[in-house]
Each structure stands twice: as C-alpha cells, then as structure tokens.
C-alpha cells in the first residue's frame, strides 16, 4: 500500500514573515491530518523559518529546485547540502522550470541523482504542453519524460522518487485534467514504463502524483483512482483551506 502524498508548492509566493504567518495559521490542523504524507515547499528564502515552525510536527518541508553541483562558481544556485539541514523533498523538472529556465531531461536527472545521493526525495514532475496534448502526443512524450529522468538510477533509488504528472495546460487555468485522462496517462506512461525500465515491484512501490488546478472539491475524485497516490497543489496551497483540500484526499 503507497501512502499518498499531498505537496503544496509555493511557488515564488509568501515572503519569508508571510510563510511564517501562514504555517503558523494551517499547522495545527494540518498535523492532525492522518492517512496521508503532507508537505509544503515555500521558497528557498523561506525554507529555514518554515522548517523551524514545523519542526517536530508531520509535516514535511521540500525545496522547489536545487543544483546538481555539490558547490563552486555557479552564481544564483542553491546546492544540496544547503536545503539538506532543512528539507527532505525537492521538486525537480517542474514545467515552469523546463519552460522558463531552460531546464532539460538530462539536467533534471542529474538533479534526481544528486538529490537521491543526498537523501532527498525527489517529487520529479512530467507533463505534456496543450499543443502536445491535442497532437496526441502525450504518451509517447511522457513517457520519454520518465525515461530520461529515471536514467541511470537503481531500483532501490527508483523507488525513493515520486512523480508528479502534470499537464502543463492545467496548471494555474482552472482546467484541471479529469481523472480519466489524468489516470490513464499515469497508468500507462508512468507507472508501465518505469515498470518497462525496472519491474512490478518498483512501480508498484512509486507513488504518483497529479497536479494541476487540484482544488478542495476535487481531490477525493482524484483519489479514486488506484494509480493516483495525491497532488501537487499550486494555487490552492497558498489559502487556508489546503488543509481542506489536503482533508478531503483522505479516502476511506
Ligand atoms: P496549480 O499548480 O495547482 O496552481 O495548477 C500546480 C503546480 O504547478 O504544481
């Protein structure tokens, strides 16, 4: 049985006294919460007073990006070991830093290998453009996604990622995927093709995650599906009522 795992990420909101405010708001009812992984990722500036705030709650802290590089002249990155004293997530691959960055398949798995060297657990997200989406492009595009960010890896390595499907015509329009299509691609282009580079077990043991305009009325439908274990959330983990929406992925 996967635990599922509900992610807020900040994304370059809430300035380090705003996510301070924030936590300070949700962290007793969202620690209360059972049955379910829960992690915020603020910005890095914000990291250090977020952990400490949760420190002690279950409430995991995750970094939105790092380098690969352990350290050196990369002016403007932030190594492992500097968000290690206070993270145990990263998100890596996020579309926004492939679309705005540059970030590539090759970069974002030498990220998974140096955040896994660092007992980091990566949250690598995938995800397909609408122009993709309408070419009908999106399996075979996800799933060279995958490929290429599990390059490399060991399944023991393998089963410490999660991955989060997210198509990028989703995230932040309100027009989240339906938990047919969502379920479908991370059934057949996630989980059967790290199951295709590794085995049953591995992909059975990796938690998938969807995101895009996930809300409070429409996490538990996306907790029906037996291949969906939670959400990455933008948007909606930046109110109060995350720890609605994160109640609501509680199935059963
Ligand atoms: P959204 O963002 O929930 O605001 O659509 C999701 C994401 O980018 O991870």
Redesign the pocket.
């Known amino acids: 049985m996967r635990t599922p795992i509900i992610a807020g990420?900040w994304?370059m909101n809430q300035t380090p006294a705003d996510a301070a405010a924030f936590v300070n708001e949700i962290k007793s009812d969202l620690d209360a919460i059972t049955g379910v992984d829960k992690v915020v990722c603020p910005s890095f500036m914000a990291i250090p007073a977020v952990s400490e705030l949760l420190s002690g709650s279950s409430i995991g802290v995750g970094a939105q990006n790092m380098y690969f590089e352990e350290s050196g002249a990369y002016t403007g990155e932030v190594a492992p070991n500097m968000i290690t004293p206070f993270c145990n997530y990263v998100?890596l691959g996020?579309?926004?830093r492939r679309a705005i960055f540059g970030e590539t398949d090759e970069l974002v798995n030498q990220k998974v290998h140096t955040a896994l060297a660092h007992n980091l657990m990566p949250m690598i997200?995938v995800g397909e453009s609408f122009a993709q989406n309408e070419a009908n492009e999106t399996q075979a595009f996800v799933s060279a996604q995958v490929k290429a960010a599990f390059n490399g890896l060991s399944a023991e390595q393998a089963k410490q990622c999660i991955v989060?499907y997210?198509p990028i015509w989703?995230?932040?329009?309100g027009k989240?995927a339906t938990v047919e299509q969502a379920g479908n691609i991370i059934k057949t282009s996630v989980r059967d093709t790290i199951q295709e580079i590794y085995d049953e077990s591995v992909a059975q043991a990796i938690r998938i995650q969807y995101?895009?305009?996930?809300?409070e009325h429409n996490i538990a439908d996306y907790m029906t599906h037996p291949d969906i274990d939670g959400a990455?959330?933008?948007?909606?983990?930046l109110k109060p009522s995350f720890v609605q929406l994160v109640q609501n992925a509680v199935v059963g």
């Open positions: 990420n994304k998100i996020h579309s926004e997200c989060a997210e989703a995230i932040g329009t989240s995101g895009g305009s996930v809300k990455l959330v933008g948007g909606a983990s």
